[in-house]
């Protein structure tokens, strides 16, 4: 099945510095990923959208220069989290939906990267 | 806005009972997704429905959609320990691009 390596699956960092999260479709293309953000025991919610060859589309209240999302090419988007500060410590999740089934619906999703800001 | 109400948020149960998770969402859609979330790990997908009156099982999980009623059901048959878990209902709002919207999720336990 549709696998996507999300890397790295954790990371400690000082505050003020930049955070590169990478999000690969391993056996598949994917032109659209999508990065979600987790807070302890709550639910997902939707960041952005990433679309590959174009600018990344945010949802209401995700500020763009904070978090950086970079979709190069069919298998890879890049969520950065700039200036990082201890309130964006999360669980960051992709998620990739596969161009050939253009007619499914099934989206996989990264197994997750914890993010920690000292 | 779509918004998407799972009830309940917590469900404890012993082994061997049966419960339904139940999944509601506000506008219009005929693509629901449930997932599962074991802690500190991401999500595995249990459940695509995408038509009115769709229904599948798997194991002892079985899911349904009525999109007239917005309504899906998350039932467990038979409960066993290695079923505890988050477990979260999504919908697609429609259109092309997939955008899921999820609900709050259910912690389910089951007690030995």
């Known amino acids: 099945g549709a696998v996507v390596s999300q890397h790295p699956s954790w990371v400690i960092c000082k505050s003020g510095t930049s955070v590169k999260i990478e999000c690969r479709s391993l056996d598949f293309q994917a032109t659209t990923m999508f990065w979600y953000r987790q807070f302890p025991k709550q639910s997902l919610m939707l960041m952005a959208t990433s679309n590959e060859g174009s600018k990344a589309t945010y949802e209401q209240g995700v500020e763009k220069d904070k978090f950086l999302i970079n979709h190069a090419s069919l298998t890879l988007s890049t969520l950065t989290v700039t200036s990082a500060h201890p309130e964006d410590s999360s669980f960051y999740i992709c998620?990739?939906?596969?161009?050939?089934?253009?007619?499914?619906?099934?989206?996989?999703f990264g197994a997750g990267s914890r993010l920690t800001v000292l | 806005e779509l918004k998407v109400e799972q009830n309940p948020l917590f469900l404890s149960m012993q082994e061997g009972k049966n419960y339904t998770i139940y999944c509601n969402y506000s506008?219009?859609?005929?693509?629901l997704y449930w997932y599962r979330q074991d802690p500190g790990k991401s999500l595995e997908s249990l459940f695509v429905l995408l038509s009115n009156g769709a229904v599948k099982q798997e194991g002892r999980l079985m899911a349904s959609l009525d999109t007239k009623a917005r309504l899906s059901t998350l039932h467990i048959t038979a409960a066993v320990h290695d079923l505890s878990a988050t477990y979260f209902c999504a919908v697609d709002g429609g259109g092309s691009n997939y955008k899921l919207t999820f609900g709050k999720g259910t912690l389910l336990t089951v007690n030995p």
């Open positions: 506008t219009t859609s005929d693509r």
């Open positions: 998620s990739a939906r596969d161009i050939r089934e253009a007619g499914a619906n099934v989206l996989t």
